[in-house]
Structures are given as C-alpha cells and as structure tokens.
C-alpha cells in the first residue's frame, strides 16, 4: 500500500534552545524566513505524503495558527498587491493537518504512538522536525524508493565521527548495496567503544503498522522516557529493517551551532540573498 501518512513529533520543550524556547515552541524558530517544521512538511508533501500528523503538546498552539488560514492577513496581502507572498501563505494553509497530543513528555517512542488512533493500521513516515536534510532528491523520496522494493521498515542514517556516536541510535548493518544496509540491531546513544558502527539513525523513518504494539510494551528507559530505538530493536525479532544511507547534507537545527550553519547555507542559495550575504561574510576578519 502506498505512504500516505506523515507524523511530526512537536511536544518536545526544545532546552537546548532556552531561554527562546520557553513561550516559542522549537519547531517555529525561523531557517530565513520559514519555520524549521516546514521544512519538513514541504519535504512530506514534494514526497506525495497528503496526510500530515503533529504531536504536539502544551504552548504548541503557534505551529497550529501557522498552518491555519488567517482571513485578516490574505485580505491585506491582497490589497497590498503581494500576490507571491498571498499564493506563499495560501500554499501553507491549503496543507491537510491534523493534530493530536502528547499530553506527558515521555519521549520520542510515546510521542509516536500517540499518533496511533489517525494513522491506524497503515505504514507510515516519521519527521523530526529540527533534523533539516538538504538533498537534491528529498532524502524522504529516497526512503521511499526503497520502501516500493523491500515494503518494511526504513531508517535514514548517516555517518559521523566515532567520538560522537553518543548522541544517537547507531545501527549494526550488513551492507545490502546502493547505501542499504540490512539492520542487524540498534543501540541508543552507546559510548564510543560500544558502539556498533559509526552509521546513526538521522530524523527520518519509515515504520510499519507493528511498532504500535511493540512500543506500547516497550517499558521506559532512563528519564523515564520511551525509546524509538528500543522499540525497533523489538520490531527486528519479526521482521526486517533496512537502513539507508542517504544523499544529502544534514543540519542538526535542533543544536545552536546547526542552525547557524543552516542558516548561512540557505540563504547563501537565495538569489534575494546569497550575493550580499557572500559579500558581508568576506568583510568579517574571522580567526
């Protein structure tokens, strides 16, 4: 059956982004001039994903509203003569979103299955919103591909420096060709010399229907939270799970040093932008 279902976990409380973060959610920090959350969704519906699932929590209600229709702003915008910005804003509020929420930050893994009662028994992506993927073929297209072949689970990995394997679930594969590998076990955030390979899981998925059942056994982990991770390690025992290591540039948006280079990488590919802000970055004498 063809994806059809996208799901955003938003609920988290965005810390490493305070004190910004404590009445703005994370999701609605601005990449130019979008919010990093449509990033994501554009990338799920350039990928044919109609249906858009957001988890969201307490003080979310701004990603709602911005992905609501305002009457007020298209009237002005109109008025005005805008027309590239009221068909920018349209585009946005023309999005098919519903939303539910996860009432208890209990993790990534919680988040997820809250999501259970509007994607019922289907297979279904998964988008974390600050990972902001820039590829020449979005990286969810390429998941997809291999989904149409292999009709299992997906998980989008990269490589990144042994030494910092820590901060991610790491896959232990057996290489299948093309950037597939053949999921043997996962391990979430091993020290270094525990680590299975140096390939972490990076912000996209493709789960089948099961995870559902496997994560509401899956028991919480350390900060009472529960894992993604554990619960596809459980989805392994039955069935397969393949890893793809993706084209692609990734910026972890969700870290302050991330988004400052995603920052000045998108705008530097902006006509309106990239020639004076080029020329800016040349006067600064850095070092």
């Known amino acids: 059956m063809k994806l059809r279902k996208a799901v955003f976990p938003a609920a988290g409380f965005g810390t490493r982004f305070l004190p910004v973060t404590k009445a703005s959610p994370k999701e609605m920090l601005p ?3 979008k919010p990093l959350i449509q ?3 554009e990338e799920a519906v350039a990928c044919g994903l109609r249906e858009i699932i957001l988890i969201t929590g307490r003080g979310k209600s701004a990603i709602e509203d911005h992905f609501d229709y305002s009457l007020e702003l298209d009237t002005i915008l109109e008025r005005r003569g805008h027309r590239d910005l009221l068909e920018e804003m349209r585009k946005i509020s023309n999005m098919s979103i519903c939303y539910t929420r996860q009432k208890e930050p209990l993790g990534l893994g919680h988040a997820i299955l809250c999501a259970r009662p509007l994607v019922h028994d289907e297979a279904f992506a998964v988008f974390l919103g600050d990972e902001v993927l820039d590829a020449p073929i979005p990286v969810m297209a390429q998941m997809l591909a291999v989904y149409e072949r292999q009709g299992c689970s997906i998980l989008a990995v990269q490589r990144v420096p042994r030494e910092q394997v820590f901060r991610y679930g790491v ?19 091993p020290q270094p010399e525990e680590a299975p390979s140096d390939l972490a899981i990076i912000g996209r998925y493709i789960l089948t229907p099961p995870i559902f059942d496997i994560l509401e056994q899956t028991p919480a982990g350390k900060n009472g939270e529960i894992q993604l991770t554990d619960a ?3 989805l392994l025992r039955d069935q397969a799970v393949y890893a793809l290591e993706f084209e692609g540039q990734r910026f972890d948006a969700g870290d302050k040093l991330g988004f400052l280079q995603a920052n000045i990488v998108f ?3 902006r006509p309106d932008l990239g020639p004076e802000l080029r020329q800016f970055l040349r006067t600064l004498r850095l070092g």
């Open 171 to 189: 896959i232990e594969g057996e290489p299948a060709g093309n950037g597939l590998y053949r999921v043997r076990d996962v391990v979430e955030k």
């Open 31 to 33: 990449l130019v001039d």
């Open 232 to 234: 596809i390690r459980g």
């Open 39 to 41: 990033y994501g969704v």
């Open 267 to 269: 705008a530097l590919k």
